[in-house]
């Protein structure tokens, strides 16, 4: 079992459609995170949760909307899509300390490479 | 905000010879984290650095804390051609739980 799983790996969506990417950890850690990969931009850090609540929601749109039902797993809800939406979107887990502070490196998942037309 | 200058952007090399990458910031940071990642996958850590002038090792690969803080490099002795990919930096810095990424070096190895 791979420490962090993302499903599905591949998505096409259309603007209208609403889907939900998923995130699986098997790592022990209290923190997960949703990046976005564009090409040649840096990794975007989008959301974070430690200890099962949101700590950073960083300028993203709410067509993007996380849920983190515990601390093994984390979703990204979509909806109404722009084709600039279209990216590599990764899963990351890391512990936290017991306020919260991240103190360890971040464990990537593969992604989801979403393409929206 | 912060950012963090990572270079060079790319890099053809023959196999064999020795690379070396490195990553500045404008801020002090408390971790840096450097990562390698395939085409088709998530970036794989490949060394965390947490004391400034830290030197690590993790085979072929060594990575060092800059003494100011404000600075990592990588390097990769022998080179092979499954060294290719990209190459990203990652700092975090003091007071945060936030890690900033680096644009990435992109290695080329050839045979």
């Known amino acids: 079992e791979t420490g962090v799983t993302q499903t599905p790996r591949h998505l096409v969506m259309g603007m209208t459609n609403k889907k939900s990417l998923k995130c699986e950890q098997h790592l022990g850690h209290n923190a997960m995170y949703w990046y976005k990969q564009s090409a040649k931009k840096p990794l975007e850090l989008m959301f974070v949760?430690?200890?099962?609540?949101?700590?950073e929601n960083n300028s993203v749109p709410s067509r993007f909307s996380p849920e983190c039902p515990n601390s093994s797993h984390l979703f990204l809800h979509l909806h109404t899509l722009q084709p600039e939406d279209s990216a590599l979107y990764l899963c990351?887990?890391?512990?936290?300390?017991?306020?919260?502070?991240?103190?360890?490196?971040?464990?990537f998942g593969n992604g989801t490479r979403l393409t929206v037309t | 905000g912060q950012q963090l200058n990572q270079s060079p952007q790319s890099m053809f090399i023959q196999e064999g010879e020795d690379v070396s990458m490195n990553c500045t910031s404008s801020s002090i940071f408390n971790t840096w984290l450097w990562y390698k990642q395939d085409p088709g996958e998530g970036p794989v850590l490949l060394i965390a650095l947490y004391k400034a002038g830290e030197l690590t090792s993790n085979g072929r690969l060594t990575a060092q804390f800059g003494i100011t803080r404000k600075d990592s490099f990588l390097n990769i002795s022998a080179s092979i051609p499954s060294d290719v990919g990209i190459y990203f930096c990652a700092g975090r810095p003091s007071g945060t739980y936030k890690y900033i990424f680096g644009t990435g070096t992109r290695l080329k190895v050839l045979a």
């Open positions: 949760y430690s200890l099962e609540e949101r700590v």
């Open positions: 990351a887990s890391s512990q936290a300390g017991e306020q919260g502070a991240v103190n360890s490196p971040l464990h």
